[in-house]
């Protein structure tokens, strides 16, 4: 399963420009999380300082434990190995094959040979449906194409943690439903920690488990992804409505008076872009038919169970709504197996009481034999930084 990924108080700037400050949150291990933002909010920056490629000057970056700003280089390295990196444009080496490039790793830090190395590469072009155009170069095949084969090429060394900076840039909607559903898969398929950096709104609502948003040098949000779907702050909704409305401007600051001008204008009848108050959640994307279950799920949602009433009350009620419509079998395939362990009416009967939940609607023990870490979950079920509450005088 993948590692958590804890960031405490991060703070970066470049000479006297500030990117973000004071941003605190946690990646839960194995499950999908989206860092959304305007243009130039420094959604890079923060992958990149995930990776230890920038140093932010204030905080801490947990991973697996171990802050990254505080170990030493060669422990560095070994943190960096657990992570599988997809950058925007792919950066594949134009001289040589998308084999040759999805290898190129293997190559340079394993000690594997030439048939192992063929086993991982077809299998890796497999998962990312590129089985057969192997020998083309980077050049010659479409940008979606070239996202699949970057992808390919992060995960040929296990990744516990997959780092992905704008799948969508460049592919039409419909290519970046696809690498969608291959992300979706992929945490299928090998419960890896993901984090998405995006501005795409399709992206944002259909696929991550957990949504945060950079915003003016802050971290507007952050938490199970229920939160800032149901979230009236003004520039959540002006972001998921893609309307000039609202706080976000043509470049990041907008004062007061061309707020004013521009509602006067629609007021008017000039229409303010975007899709008319989109509201609510639509379903999450789910593993594709024949993959393994995405183990993800269940223990999100006895994640969220545990922070639920940290929550606002419309995410309340959207989880509430999500867990009473979940497949079981989904959420549990060892239970769903075996129709043990899980009292599921009990638990319907208690609502979200944990106390009644935790002492009666729950089998710990019939659980924990059945191929969950009930310990591993211990240490971050509890952690209220599970959702990061906006902060205050944004958005205005
Ligand atoms: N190495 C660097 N040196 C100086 N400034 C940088 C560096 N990298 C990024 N920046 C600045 O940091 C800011 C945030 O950039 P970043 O690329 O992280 O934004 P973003 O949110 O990912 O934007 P987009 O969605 O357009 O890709 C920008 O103003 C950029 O110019």
């Given at each position: 399963m993948g590692v958590e990924v804890s960031v405490e108080g991060l703070t970066k700037s470049f000479g006297v420009q500030k990117?973000?400050?004071?941003v605190t949150l946690t990646l839960p291990k194995g499950e999908v999380s989206a860092l959304l933002g305007p243009s130039g909010t420094g959604k890079s920056v923060f992958l990149k300082s995930l990776i230890g490629l920038l140093r932010p000057e204030q905080g801490k970056i947990f991973i697996d434990g171990t802050d990254i700003l505080q170990c030493s280089s060669r422990e560095l390295y070994e943190i960096r190995k657990l992570f599988g990196v997809l950058f925007q444009d792919g950066a594949?080496?134009?001289?040589?094959?998308l084999y040759d490039n999805v290898a190129f790793p293997l190559r340079e830090h394993t000690k594997k040979s030439e048939s192992d190395i063929r086993k991982i590469v077809m299998e890796k072009l497999e998962l990312t449906g590129l089985?057969?155009?192997?020998?083309?170069?980077?050049?010659?095949?479409s940008g979606g194409m070239r996202k699949r084969a970057g992808l390919a090429r992060a995960l040929v060394l296990d990744p516990e943690i997959i780092l992905v900076d704008?799948?969508?840039?460049?592919?039409d909607p419909v290519r970046t439903t696809y690498i969608s559903q291959t992300l979706i898969d992929i945490n299928a398929e090998i419960d890896a920690t993901i984090l998405i950096v995006s501005h795409n709104i399709n992206l944002a609502r259909t696929v991550p488990d957990n949504i945060g948003m950079l915003f003016r040098r802050q971290l507007v949000m952050f938490g199970p992804r229920e939160v800032l779907l149901t979230s009236d702050e003004p520039v959540v909704k002006q972001f998921l409505n893609g309307?000039?409305?609202?706080?976000?401007g043509m470049s990041e600051e907008k004062d007061e008076a061309q707020m004013a001008q521009e509602q006067a204008m629609v007021d008017a009848g000039h229409h303010a872009g975007?899709?008319?108050?989109?509201?609510g959640i639509v379903p999450q994307m789910k593993a594709?038919?024949?993959?393994?279950?995405?183990e993800a799920v269940g223990r999100r949602q006895e994640r969220v169970r545990q922070i639920m009433h940290t929550l606002p009350h419309n995410a309340q009620v959207a989880i509430q709504e999500s867990l009473d419509t979940t497949d079981p079998g989904q959420r549990y395939p060892a239970y769903a197996d075996q129709q043990?362990?899980?009292d599921q009416q009990g638990y319907d009967q208690q609502g979200y009481d944990h106390q009644g939940y935790d002492h009666q609607g729950y089998d710990h023990q019939g659980y924990d034999q059945q191929s969950y870490d009930q310990q591993s979950y211990s240490g971050q079920g509890h952690?209220?930084?599970?959702y990061q509450a906006p902060t205050q005088g944004r958005g205005q």
């Open positions: 990117i973000w400050q004071d594949l080496f134009g001289s040589m094959n089985l057969g155009a192997e020998d083309k170069l980077p050049g010659e095949i704008e799948p969508d840039s460049g592919l309307t000039m409305i609202g706080p976000i975007g899709v008319d108050d989109v509201e594709t038919p024949g993959t393994p279950v995405r043990q362990g899980y952690d209220q930084q599970g």
